[in-house]
């Protein structure tokens, strides 16, 4: 089944695809995605009587918001491609992770908004795991029991900022053999908040299609296209960690909840014509960015330079 | 105003210190201080008929929950504290911020829990603003009149994890002159979703205290205690960029909400008699720690090793 969150007239509401591709729209008890997710409730039951008997939609007038409005947290999983191995120096043998914060999200066709301040600024088209069920300590082998669905996440990045909010600084360390004593250990250290959590960095969607529609996450073809070009080709079989083995780590440390959003990491081939998405400077070029994944649909978002 | 947000039997609820240093609690259609702030009405006239003719509870039989429960974000700013300038050997000349997820907020005298697997762990004492209006492009001038009030964030870190979560790699940039080229740029890149968001690492509380009675940030005392030996003992007179240079050079990047934290970096300076923060590790030594800040109150919290 295929869920949005949408903006219709004064209030939101939980649309659904229907089998002729308009959309139906759920009862008013379910403003968002989110609610729906962790209410306990027989939701399949009225979506099904929904999609019988409910007003239906064209998708051209819907106004699309990020299907999960206001995830607990939005976790990205930072260099997870087996393209990536050669370039890695050194680096973690685990998932690394970030937190984008919820207020950067954006919906489908909704702009993308860049500034000269922003310097460089580029795609990353990443599938995206929507926690229905949460928890801590999750087992690898029953992780995937714990998707609600997935989602489609453009991961924009500022490399320009990324520099920015680099320290290269003498980390305080405890000196060896003292209690009280310190020692200092040159290191280098980066901070995301500003150049992956920029208003409008996260566009989120169009839709979350429910796991039982997506039995394998991981043969998903992955498009990331600039005015039409296609700049990424890929599939999610060259994920490194698999949505499995990341709902496991991340839950040994971060309890997740409910309607929580994982992106699983931007998929890098090139396509056969293409650059890589680091040449789409969206400050530079503007255009509209789209990111298609197989069995999920396409999310659309034109850049606004302010 | 001193307000906290506490568990009282099965429903949560906003306490206020009374003029006795008991509390009374607001109404119920407050569960917490996000409602508070998020609500627009007129609080503070029902805040003070509750002192006057509410019920009172001694402090001691409270459960303290984190004074905003769920807030939108929580931003941490990094290194703000004058005695950084020596360490770093290049850096942003702007507030530099990581995100920290809800999920690790705990209140006062709740456990922190460790793990063998976490290596060493630190506390880091920080003043931390709750945003009362939210906004964008917020001018410095105004910044302050954002503040709802201000509370005690024990920004927990674990340096072990953080090495693990730094890459030594090459990044992907476009080429001079090509406009589908790459060149490999050998660079430093640290992921903190694991080393600062980890369940429990974000103690904070007890109370959230109202800006009209904390009419400079800059004048506080800050001390951290390892089971009652002085560790820490600064000023917020030493933060390197004021909560008015944050705030508004946050809001040109991420818009804030009302019930949105700011944590504003840690307090160095060591007391007299302490080491540093880095050398309390938490996993080895266990034990209680606490931040104390002048006019806001002391953050207790007892290390439990899993």
């Known amino acids: 089944m295929k869920l949005a969150t949408v903006q219709l007239e004064a209030r939101t509401a939980v649309a659904i695809e229907t089998a002729t591709g308009k959309v139906a729209i759920m009862p008013r008890h379910y403003p968002d995605v989110d609610t729906l997710i962790q209410s306990r409730d027989d939701w399949r039951t009225e979506a099904e009587e929904t999609l019988r008997s409910g007003a239906q939609y064209a998708t051209e007038a819907l106004n699309w918001l990020p299907p999960v409005v206001r995830p607990g947290k939005v976790l990205c999983v930072a260099l997870n491609n087996s393209a990536n191995p050669d370039r890695i120096i050194s680096g973690p043998q685990t998932p690394a992770m970030f937190v984008k914060p919820s207020s950067s999200l954006v919906g489908h066709c909704h702009p993308i908004i860049v500034k000269d301040a922003y310097g460089r600024v580029h795609p990353e088209p990443e599938l995206a795991v929507v926690v229905g069920r949460g928890g801590a300590d999750i087992p690898v082998e029953s992780a995937t029991d714990h998707v609600f669905g997935y989602t489609i996440m453009n991961d924009i990045t500022s490399p320009?900022?990324?520099?920015?909010?680099?320290?290269?600084?003498?980390?305080?360390?405890?000196?060896?053999?003292?209690?009280?004593?310190?020692?200092?250990?040159?290191?280098?250290?980066?901070?995301?908040?500003?150049?992956?959590?920029?208003?409008?960095?996260?566009?989120?969607?169009?839709?979350?299609?429910?796991?039982?529609?997506?039995?394998n996450p991981h043969a998903l073809n992955v498009r990331c296209s600039h005015d039409g070009r296609v700049i990424t080709d890929d599939t999610t079989a060259n994920l490194r960690f698999s949505v499995a083995e990341v709902i496991a780590f991340t839950s040994s440390y971060l309890t997740l909840d409910a309607g929580d959003v994982i992106a699983m990491g931007t998929a890098l081939r090139p396509s056969a014509k293409g650059g890589a998405v680091q040449n789409v400077d969206l400050t530079l070029l503007g255009g509209t960015i789209e990111v298609a994944i197989e069995r999920i649909g396409t999310l659309s978002n034109p850049v606004e330079h302010r």
Chains 1, 2 share one sequence.
């Open 160 to 215: 320009t900022m990324r520099g920015e909010d680099t320290f290269h600084y003498r980390a305080i360390h405890p000196a060896p053999g003292n209690p009280d004593g310190v020692r200092y250990v040159e290191s280098w250290v980066s901070y995301p908040a500003r150049y992956k959590g920029s208003d409008t960095f996260g566009p989120m969607g169009p839709w979350v299609v429910t796991s039982d529609d997506i039995p």
